[in-house]
Nanobody, 124 residues
Framework: QVQLVESGGGLVQAGGSLRLSCAASGRTFSTYVMGWFRQCPGKEREFVAALSRSGGTTLYADSVKGRFTISRDNAKNTVYLQMNSLKREDTAVYYC?????????????????WGQGTQVTVSS
């Protein structure tokens, strides 16, 4: 079992940056692949980014490629999502996820643990 707590969300102007953090507790952090998803009201939760156990392999949604960067610090049990060049359409609740697996999945069913989410609002 692992518990996930997100932080770092907030209000930012279009073109700005935010860094989200997700602190994990419980089982050994380095045994999990980690990811970020987001969800807008009335919409499905969608994949944003994922990262392998070592941090050597990443996967991004096309909509954020080149603007967002996922990283992890296994010594601090934390995964990050650096978001640059933010757009209004990036507004959503962002969720941290962990999977007890070696594969990086883009579907919510591939992930076993979820945080409570943090709101990101991008204004024009």
């Amino acid at each position: 079992q692992v518990q996930l707590v997100e932080s770092g969300g907030g209000l930012v102007q279009a073109g700005g940056s935010l860094r989200l953090s997700c602190a994990a507790s419980g089982r050994t952090f380095s045994t999990y692949v980690m990811g970020w998803f987001r969800q807008c009201p009335g919409k499905e939760r969608e994949f944003v980014a994922a990262l392998s156990r070592s941090g050597g392999t990443t996967l991004y949604a096309d909509s954020v490629k080149g603007r967002f960067t996922i990283s992890r610090d296994n010594a601090k049990n934390t995964v990050y999502l650096q978001m640059n060049s933010l757009k209004r359409e990036d507004t959503a609740v962002y969720y941290c996820a962990a999977a007890d697996d070696y594969r990086l999945g883009k579907t919510t069913g591939s992930w076993h643990y979820w945080g409570q989410g943090t709101q990101v609002t991008v204004s024009s």
